[in-house]
């Protein structure tokens, strides 16, 4: 009889076979063959399965190992997006701080802004007074200057006044002679008409002489207003030396002319201008009282924009020294009573007034130089080269 064997363990081994009297039939060896393919089939299916099963699991495997990857790269990723979210909490806690410390200053700003601007108006109120009260002490010192200058020309027409009489005299005894020999040929009987009317025309045109010496002063002596015109130089120095030729010639003093053949027009007033001639001429009568030749010298010339007027004299100059002392007010080198020392100081005032310089020159013994610069008048002007 056979048997399967056993191994140590108790277990039955297929493969191993016993023999056994009852398996001795072929009918039971095809059985126990059949028993045997059907474990083999079994045995090889089960291979498979576990094939298949170790194949899955080695896809499984190679997943889990590229997931295991990603969450690798996942973590980093997650980990430089904490760093960097904890990188930009810290920034904007750090801005939120400097924008409280922000809020805050523009807080105080606005305080001291405000504080600045109350401040601010109460500035412009004080300017606004003081800017008022500056426009009425220049309106002021205006109306001072004026009532200086026209005092000027007062104390100029007072010391003009002998020549003036004198200079009115000659018209007056010319009148008185022409209507007497006119009065003379009417009693007489005299049938000559043209000899009478030559005489009345003669006394006529005495008249006119004497209506424009009287028109002269008054346009002179009254109050010159602020308006400027175009004035002609030469007509304005031709003005003041009639006013003045009397008192010139009564001291021998020449006048030595050199104006411009142009005619220089400048933008000013006429009675002013004139009234600084006046002033020029009359310093230099006085500074040559002394002197052996008495000559002034009054030139003119025109320089690109501007007229350039010169008077000089032969007298004794200025002292050294007093060159810009001279246009002070109430400055003289005179003896007491001799001046006011106010004449070159309006002198001054008007020429500034006009846009224009003046300035002394000259060395003692040598006579004063009287430099004097107007700007010229927008049509006088030379027109620009063409291209």
């Known amino acids: 009889m056979r048997q399967t064997g056993q191994d140590m363990s108790g277990d039955r081994r297929p493969d191993a076979v016993v023999e056994d009297d009852a398996l001795e039939s072929p009918a039971d060896l095809r059985e126990h063959v059949k028993m045997l393919e059907l474990r083999l089939r079994k045995r090889d299916e089960q291979r498979r399965a576990m094939l298949h099963m170790m194949a899955d699991l080695n896809e499984i ?18 980990e430089k997006d904490r760093s960097l979210l904890a990188w930009k909490r810290e920034r904007l806690d750090k801005s939120r701080r400097a924008l409280l410390h922000i809020l805050q200053d523009s807080h105080r700003s606005n305080l001291r802004l405000e504080d600045s601007r109350k401040a601010m108006i109460h500035i412009m109120g004080d300017l606004r007074d003081t800017t008022a009260e500056i426009q009425r002490r220049e309106q002021e010192l205006r109306d001072k200057q004026e009532q200086l200058v026209q005092a000027g020309k007062l104390a100029t027409l007072g010391e003009l006044t002998t020549g003036v009489a004198h200079e009115l005299n000659n018209p ?56 400027r015109e175009p004035v002609s130089i030469d007509q304005v120095i031709e003005r003041a030396l009639s006013l003045m030729q009397e008192q010139l010639r009564g001291r021998d003093i020449e006048i030595d002319l050199d104006l411009s053949p142009a005619a220089p027009v400048v933008i000013g007033n006429a009675i002013q201008l004139e009234q600084v001639f006046i002033n020029l001429l009359t310093n230099a009568r006085d500074a040559m009282a002394d002197s052996p030749r008495k000559i002034v010298r ?11 007027l010169v008077f000089s004299d032969t007298g004794p100059g200025i002292p050294e020294g007093l060159e810009q002392r001279i246009f002070d007010p109430f400055f003289t080198t005179k003896e007491v009573g001799g001046g006011t020392g106010l004449g070159l100081s309006i002198t001054y005032g008007i020429i500034k007034d006009h846009g ?21 008048a927008p049509g006088d002007l030379p027109a620009p080269p063409t291209a």
């Open 356 to 376: 224009g310089t003046i300035a002394v020159a000259g060395r003692p013994g040598e006579g004063a130089v009287f430099q004097i610069q107007l700007p010229r």
């Open 61 to 78: 495997n190679k997943r889990l190992g590229d997931q295991r990857k990603a969450m690798i790269h996942i973590l980093g990723d997650y």
């Open 172 to 227: 007056l005894n010319n009148i008185g002679l022409f209507v007497g020999n006119a009065v003379d040929l009417v009693d007489l009987g005299v049938a000559d008409r043209e000899r009478i009317v030559r005489e009345l025309k003669n006394a006529m045109q005495q008249v006119r002489k004497a209506t424009e010496i009287i028109s002269h002063l008054r346009t002179f002596g009254r109050v010159a207003s602020v308006s």
């Open 298 to 308: 009054i030139s003119t010339r025109m320089v690109d924009d501007a007229v350039d």
